[in-house]
């Protein structure tokens, strides 16, 4: 067996209730003057937060928003310097966490996250802004939060509909790392575990969104998927997902949510083994179906008509997607991709592609 493998540097208090204990972890990490950072859909929120803070609150910029936009990180610096803020606390989604890691990595402004979905960007070292809708996105540890904060009752306000599709993102950041004919063992050992943690955790989540046991194992099964994604690898998965965000602008969770089961079906013959450890992960024998029937459970969609695409996008999708080469165990083509988006499109059972 060889491998490598490099850890990146995380520092994690994981626990119901352990919010309540941010102000002295702030306190242990050497911070006393924290921006907060938040969506306006979650201002009140971020303002229980401050006031959890008392003191070491000193600004709330509620204006995160998807993609990191370079003028959102611009007006959160200038809060930040104007109040003379120390580091910032990000509450909220990937979205958040973004503008947090965007901070680091343009002004060396410390970040500590404090995760509500389960976008699990905070255990990746992947950065991404957006400037005149294009998006520029890298890998860099300086972004990694230095501590996250993970309080699954943090979790309980988040929408069930959008609970299903985010814990099915953090499901494909895992998914991908299992079924993959380079398997890195360790990063495989995480990414199995959030396959199962989430696998079983998201009925109950859905079934019964208070329940604060399926909240911990969904919110513990994206930490552990985030940590996959920011040291495995990705493939036609991720390149698909990111160019219907981006040409398209569908929805980020959703987008992944869709598409997963016809990513693991497309390389299911090439990477076989991996297809078959994600299988027992999953306790079935076809990866691809459970991952199909899984989504329709928890009531995600299964078709890319339900996120608003058209038939007439996916020409272009296919495109666009494979302008430039992506690393994937099936080979990729244009006629190849079109393929898979016209079944995900039209919500069809994932099959094997033909030869
Ligand atoms: P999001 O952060 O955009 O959140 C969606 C909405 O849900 C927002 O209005 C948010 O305020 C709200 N919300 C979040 N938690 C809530 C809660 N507990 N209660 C009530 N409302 C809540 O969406 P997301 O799916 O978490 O993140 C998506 C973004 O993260 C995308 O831009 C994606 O590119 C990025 N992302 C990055 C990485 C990475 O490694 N860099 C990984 C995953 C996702």
């Known amino acids: 067996m060889n491998f490598t493998y490099r850890s990146l540097p995380w520092n994690i208090v994981f626990g119901a209730g352990s ?5 002295d972890e702030l306190h242990k990490a050497g911070f006393s003057r924290a921006l907060v950072l938040t969506t306006p859909e979650q201002r009140d929120q971020g303002e229980w937060l401050s006031n959890l803070l008392g003191d070491r609150a000193v600004g709330l910029f509620d204006q995160a928003r998807m993609h990191v936009p370079v003028d959102t990180v611009h007006a959160a610096w200038k809060e930040a310097r104007s109040a003379r803020a120390d580091c910032t606390v990000a509450f909220g989604g990937g979205s958040t966490t973004g503008l947090g890691k965007a901070l680091m990595l343009e002004h060396d ?6 995760p509500t979905s389960y976008a699990g960007s905070e255990m990746t070292n992947i950065w991404g802004t957006t400037q005149d809708r294009k998006k520029r996105t890298g890998r860099s540890d300086a972004v990694v939060p230095k501590l996250t904060v993970y309080d699954p009752e943090l979790t309980i306000s988040l929408p069930v509909a ?31 575990e959030a396959v199962r943690a989430l696998h079983e ?7 019964a969104p208070d ?15 985030g940590a996959s994604l920011g040291t495995g690898t990705t493939g036609l998965h991720h390149r698909l997902c990111h160019t219907l965000g981006g040409t398209l602008n569908t929805p980020h969770a959703q987008t992944h949510t869709v598409l997963l089961p016809h990513s693991i079906a497309f390389n299911a013959v090439a990477a076989a083994s991996g297809t078959r450890r994600l299988a027992a992960a999953l306790s079935t024998d076809n ?7 899984f989504a329709k459970r928890l009531s995600a969609p299964t078709s890319l008509q339900q996120i608003g695409v058209e038939e007439a996008d996916l020409d272009e999708a296919a495109r666009v997607a ?3 080469p992506v690393a994937n165990p099936e080979p990729v083509s244009t006629n190849r ?17 033909p030869p």
């Open 19 to 23: 919010v309540s204990h941010l102000p």
């Open 109 to 114: 402004l410390p970040n500590v996250a404090v």
């Open 162 to 192: 959008f609970s299903a599709a985010s814990g099915l993102n953090a499901m494909a950041q895992a998914a991908v790392n299992v079924a993959t004919n380079s398997l890195n063992p360790i990063v495989a050992l995480m990414a199995a």
């Open 201 to 207: 955790g998201l009925p109950s989540v859905v079934k």
């Open 211 to 225: 329940d604060i046991h399926a909240r911990s194992l969904a919110l513990y099964g994206a930490c552990l998927a």
């Open 287 to 293: 990866a691809a179906v459970e991952l199909y029937e």
């Open 322 to 324: 494979t302008e430039t």
């Open 337 to 353: 991709v079109r393929w898979l988006l016209d079944n995900a499109y039209n919500g069809r059972t994932p099959e094997i592609p």
